[in-house]
């Protein structure tokens, strides 16, 4: 499935990755996409045991979605694959919130869960309208100077 969402490493070395990052920083999240092609709710909850088996504090859990201009939607577009219908996304969604909540990760955001108290403080602060400052390529801030709110976006083509 990595290799079908365009991903370079392997379940292998994201596993690796994660043990590494578990061992050096007191606090850690990371993402996973569902309602893949031809993903069943019995994979899906496997997957998702096993990430929570992590001791992860924090999961951003993402429904595939198909943007337009990517290489997926050409491929979509091509009849390449198909994406799982309706009822069976929302039997997968259903499946998410049971099983992150029955470990003491249940949702704070449409896609985000997190143990009590793990919750991220960018994503929060995002959603609540906070400062943040941006630095890098693609980056976006949100702050107030003098009482003006600037808001930064990185450009294609500066």
């Known amino acids: 499935d990595l290799r079908f969402l365009g991903r370079l490493h392997n379940v292998e070395e994201a596993l690796h990755a994660i043990g590494l990052a578990r061992d050096i920083f007191p606090r850690l999240s990371f993402d996973l996409i569902y309602a893949r092609p031809g993903q069943t709710p019995e994979a899906w909850g496997a997957e998702l045991e096993q990430a929570i088996g992590y001791a992860v504090d924090h999961l951003s859990l993402y429904q595939l979605t198909i943007e337009e201009g990517t290489p997926f939607h050409a491929l979509y577009a091509a009849k390449k694959f198909t994406l799982p219908d309706n ?16 470990h003491g990760l249940p949702a704070y955001e449409i896609s985000n869960h997190a143990r009590p108290g793990a919750e991220s403080r960018h994503n929060l602060t ?28 990185a450009e294609r083509m500066p």
Not at 87 to 102: F, I, N, R, S, W
Request: glycine residues 16%; charged residues 20%; without cysteine.
């Open 87 to 102: 009822d069976h996304a929302a039997d997968l969604y259903a499946l998410t919130q049971e099983v992150t909540a029955g």
């Open 126 to 153: 995002y959603w609540r309208y906070g400062e943040y400052v941006g630095v890098g390529p693609g980056a976006h801030g949100r702050f107030v100077e003098n009482g003006r709110r600037t808001v930064t976006i």
